[in-house]
């Protein structure tokens, strides 16, 4: 029996999700229900995608029996929220990232996932690339030896992107791209807490951050040197650097394709996309919608590769270079920014 996907949203980002769902075989995978508060919408992406139920809210996905695990794609501010909505419908989540606004919500997304016994997790779909896959097996072969310097790049000209420009639809480079960043850093120096963080941005008219450099100091002098910017296209290389040799991406460090290992290349083509994208790579997203169906086959309550401890510890870091850039948004000085009705 195929894992049987409800979609929260009608956007882009859905839109590329259920085009990805259609590159894994449909045994395995069904798109059976999809909600946005605007019903013509979800209509529309229903007709178009073969999805058999629109709803015009989210409830009403949320109390869909056939519905296994829902794929939340709404705008960052919402995440919380409606995420947790799902969670105490007893629904499974893969919500996109930045899994919240900051620390604070995302300890109450865990906290809820837990109280209810479903699946969470974020949907850094980085992780599960097989690049990434290789970076893991090689840290934990020491193929590098000791590990010493990372430094990761990431930008997209988008400074005319309404939802990156405005605070109320959680704008900024730091949560839209820093994150990638930040969450690779992770990866490769092993979930751990920084001894230190050092952030320094330049901000938008509008009050986001457009342009940031964060630098974290690891235990074992190891340091991570990260760039975003929504100003310009910056290629994505990353490197990382070890005593006995080096791992380059090229390019894409968010969805990467080819790694370079000691000078020898590797190369994990993607699949050919059946409709048009709107992100490129979005094809990608294939790779964690699987792992999720693998996850939920084992009974798992989150995942091995993207737990939940860890997506805690990314918020934080996000959160104090947001902190010290001089970000603020309303989801940190308010109480309950989740909303009290949903949350509590």
């Given amino acids: 029996m195929p894992l049987r996907w409800g979609i ?20 395995d995978h069904k798109a059976v229900a999809i909600a946005s508060r605007n019903l013509k ?4 992406y229903a007709k178009q995608h073969n999805i058999p139920k629109a709803y015009g809210s989210y409830d009403e996905l949320a109390q869909d029996p056939d519905v296994d695990v829902v794929y939340v794609g709404v705008i960052h501010p919402e995440h919380c929220a409606v995420t947790i909505l799902f969670l105490r419908a007893k629904k499974n989540v893969l919500c996109e990232k930045p899994m919240a606004m900051n ?9 809820a996932a837990r109280d209810n016994d479903v699946f969470l997790m974020e949907g850094f779909w980085t992780r599960f690339f097989p690049v990434s896959d290789q970076i893991r097996t090689t840290l934990h072969q020491k193929g590098l030896g000791n590990l010493k310097v990372l430094r990761a790049q990431l930008g997209f000209r988008m400074d005319k992107t309404p939802r990156l420009l405005e605070k109320k639809l959680g704008g900024g480079v730091i949560l839209d791209l820093g994150s990638y960043c930040v969450q690779f850093a992770s990866m490769v120096f092993g979930a751990e807490k920084p001894e230190s963080i050092v952030a320094s941005g330049l901000l938008h008219d509008t009050g986001v951050d457009e342009t940031v450099a964060i630098i974290l100091n690891y235990s074992g002098k190891r340091q991570a040197v990260l760039n975003c910017t929504m100003m310009i296209d910056l290629p994505g290389e990353a490197i990382i650097g070890g005593t006995d040799g080096i ?5 894409h460090m968010n969805s990467p394709t080819v790694m370079f290992l000691k000078g020898n290349r590797w190369e994990w083509p993607l699949p050919p996309s059946p409709e048009p994208l ?3 790579h979005d094809i990608g997203l294939r790779y964690e919608a699987e792992h999720v169906r693998q996850c939920l086959l084992k009974g798992l309550k989150e995942s091995p590769i993207m737990p939940l401890c ?17 970000v603020i948004y309303e989801a940190d000085i308010v109480e309950d920014s989740c909303q009290a009705k949903t949350c509590k």
């Fill in 278 to 280: 709107f992100f490129k």
């Fill in 310 to 326: 860890e997506s805690e510890l990314i918020a934080t870091i996000t959160d104090e270079a947001r902190r010290q850039v001089g």
């Fill in 247 to 251: 791992i380059k991406i090229p390019d």
């Fill in 41 to 44: 919408n979800a209509q529309a």
């Fill in 8 to 27: 929260c949203s009608a956007g882009k980002i859905s839109h590329d999700f259920l085009v990805a769902l259609k590159t894994l075989p449909s045994e």
């Fill in 103 to 111: 620390a604070a919500q995302v300890r109450e997304m865990i906290r």
